[in-house]
Nanobody
Framework: QLQLVQSGGGSVVSGESLRLSCGVS????????IGWFRQAPGKEREGVAA????????YYAPSVKGRFNIFQDSTDKTVGLRMNNLRPDDTATYYC??????????????????WGQGTQVTVSS
């Protein structure tokens, strides 16, 4: 079993930046994906970014590519999501998730078994 604990988020105005962090603990997590997903009220959950353990590969949704950066911090065993140039349509509850298996579509939520508690990001214009 893996436990994921999220931190970060908050409220900003358009154009500002935020960082989210996902701490992974429990069973040794050597190989797998960590993904970030978001869900806005009335909308389906959307894959935002994903990283293969060790940072060998990263994946981004077209809507955030060039603005968001997913990274693995080995010093504190977290996976961060740096969100730059935020827009009002980035407003959502953000979740991190972990999969211990290889995923052919790492931005699809159905492949992930472990989820964080969610954190709110609100961007005003």
């Amino acid at each position: 079993q893996l436990q994921l604990v999220q931190s970060g988020g908050g409220s900003v105005v358009s154009g500002e930046s935020l960082r989210l962090s996902c701490g992974v603990s429990g069973h040794s997590f050597r190989n797998g994906f960590i993904g970030w997903f978001r869900q806005a009220p009335g909308k389906e959950r959307e894959g935002v970014a994903a990283i293969w353990s060790g940072g060998a590969a990263t994946y981004y949704a077209p809507s955030v590519k060039g603005r968001f950066n997913i990274f693995q911090d080995s010093t504190d065993k977290t996976v961060g999501l740096r969100m730059n140039n935020l827009r009002p349509d980035d407003t959502a509850t953000y979740y991190c998730a972990a999969s211990t298996q290889f995923l052919s579509q790492p931005l699809q939520s159905h492949g992930y078994s472990f989820w964080g508690q969610g954190t709110q990001v609100t961007v005003s214009s």
